[in-house]
Structure formats: C-alpha cells, structure tokens
C-alpha cells in the first residue's frame, strides 16, 4: 500500500490552481448552456429610422422620437435649420461635434446620412473639397455610410462622380461606404444607378436602394420588385419607402403599393444579405402620431426580417 507524501507548500499552490481552474471551466459550460443560441449574434439588417418625418422640428425632437419608438439605430437626413439637413457640406466641425453628442445621448448609432449636394458646379475641386468636409463630419458621428442623392444635370454628371471617385478612399479610411439611392433625374431607376456606380469604379461606392422612389419617379409605372435585381451585388442598404397613387411617398411603409416582402427578397437573393434598412418617410402627423407610426413601422421590419 502506497503511503501518502506529506504535501509541500508549493504542491498546494499547485494542487490549488488545478481545482481553481477546473472550477471556473465547470462554471463556464453551466452558464454556456444556458444561453440562447443566437446570444451575442448580431442581426443581419440594422433597422433604423430617418430624421425625415420630423424635419418641420429640431433634430433632437427626431432623435427623442426614433429612441423612444425603440430604434438602436438613426439616420440623419433632414431637419429644421439654416440647411435643411442635419449634415451638411456647410456644417462646422463643432457642430457635427454635438451632433454626435446628441446621439449619443440617447444610446442611437448613426447608420446612415444624407448630406445633400456638393459644390460640383463651382468646379471639381471644390466638389472634393465639399465631400471631404462631409465626410469629416459624418465620421464625427460615427456613421456607416454615406448617401448621396446624385445630379440631374448632364453636364455635371461627370464632375460629380469623379469627385466621388476621388473620394472613395478617403471614406474608406474613416470606415465609412458611399452611395447613390433611386433619386430621379439621371439616377431614378436601377439600371441608371449601376451606371453610376460601374462609372466610379469604386468597391467603396455602391447603391443604397430606395422601392418609393422606384415607383415615384415612373408616376408609378416601374415596380421595384421588377427593378430590384437590376442592382444585383451593388447594394449597401435600404430605404425603407413607401408609395401611394397619383404621387406620394409620404406613406407608412407596408400601407402602400411597395411589397417589401418581395423587393427584400429580390435584393437578398442578389448579394443584399446584410445591411440597414432605414425608415425614410411615415404618414405624417401631429408628435403621437409619428411616434405611434414609427413604432408600428419598426415592428412591420422586424417581423419582416424574422428578428421577432
């Protein structure tokens, strides 16, 4: 029979550090098996709103409202101020600064701005300069992506794609995408915006798809579920719009003539696997009406996209 050694201090420390770590590998497989098994794992569309159906108010009213429906994420778009946006080529480096503050104040992501025109008509350089200075100021807040509206005039077409050219890497250097949504004019359509993008040549550069805007500017004639795979591997995110005859937009998404269902699907099935889908436009109203609307519409997305 073996007799038992006398143990040593430093076979105690040794013997201690085995059942220490034994323990906590036990504690940790308990507790692994009682998480869910999607925990941790992020949703493949970000759901966010749009500044736009509060742009007769302060953007902090937009931001209060978009917290309070139940949005993680915003969009910044329009607003009341000196530009009509709440970023744009005019805002100052301080006021992007509270911009961002104000975000994230209210625990919001930026996932998307629109920051309306660059100075391309000025000229080219000027155009890169205005873009840069936007850029700085979406990065500031944090943003994934950049939306731009494109140009009608033919004789700018040029100039304003090249200054997006130029700044596609500069972008990219913040962690941040650019893109051009359905926006009527030269870009109204899918195959318009491939144009554009094939036109920059940029993997940074890409379509941010907009099924309102589809069927706005075609007086309804063009159905996005049609269109939608004109985009195939092109598209960055969504805005998430309805459309209502003769001409409107103005529309709670999933009251309207835009299957959603349908368009996602086409734009899944063509590479759009993840990604935002950010609530553009609801049927307007008084404070409690768009609150109850957003709230309705963040919900139709979630189900939408089975997060639910």
Request: glycine share 10%; aromatic share 8%.
């Amino acid at each position: 029979m073996n007799q038992a050694k006398p143990l040593t201090r430093r076979g105690f420390l040794k013997e201690s550090a085995k059942l220490g770590a034994m323990s906590t590998l036990a504690l940790t497989c308990s507790c692994s098996a009682l998480r869910p098994h999607r925990a941790g794992k992020a949703p493949a569309y970000l759901i966010a709103c749009y500044t736009r159906p509060w742009a007769q108010y302060e953007y902090r009213v937009a931001l209060d409202a978009i917290a309070e429906a139940g949005y993680q994420y915003v969009g910044l778009m329009t607003t009341k101020g000196k530009s009509n946006l709440v970023l744009s080529v005019a805002t100052t480096p301080e006021e992007a600064a509270q911009v961002a503050e104000e975000v994230k104040k209210r625990n919001l992501k930026v996932v998307s701005v629109y920051g309306g025109d660059i100075p391309v008509a000025k000229s080219l350089a000027a155009g890169i300069e205005g873009l840069k200075k936007l850029i700085d100021s979406c990065a500031a807040c944090g943003t994934m992506n950049l939306l731009m509206g494109g140009i009608g005039n033919q004789k700018l077409y040029e100039a304003y794609y090249t200054a997006i050219r130029e700044c596609c890497d500069y972008a990219a250097a913040k962690n941040m995408g650019i893109s051009v949504k359905p926006h009527g004019g030269l870009n109204a359509t899918g195959p318009q915006c491939r144009k554009t993008v094939e036109f920059v040549g940029h993997k940074n550069f890409g379509i941010w798809y907009d099924p309102g805007n589809i069927f706005f500017y075609s007086d309804g004639q063009l159905n996005p579920v049609d269109d939608a795979p004109s985009v195939d591997g092109l598209v960055m995110g969504m805005c998430v719009k309805d459309f209502k005859p003769p001409k409107s937009v103005d529309v709670t998404p999933g009251t309207g003539l835009v299957d959603f269902a349908a368009v996602l699907a086409k734009l899944k099935a063509g590479g759009f696997k993840k990604g935002a889908l950010v609530v553009e436009c609801l049927t307007p109203g008084e404070p409690a009406h768009l609150l109850a609307e957003a709230k309705k519409t963040r919900q139709f997305l979630e189900d939408l996209t089975g997060r639910t």
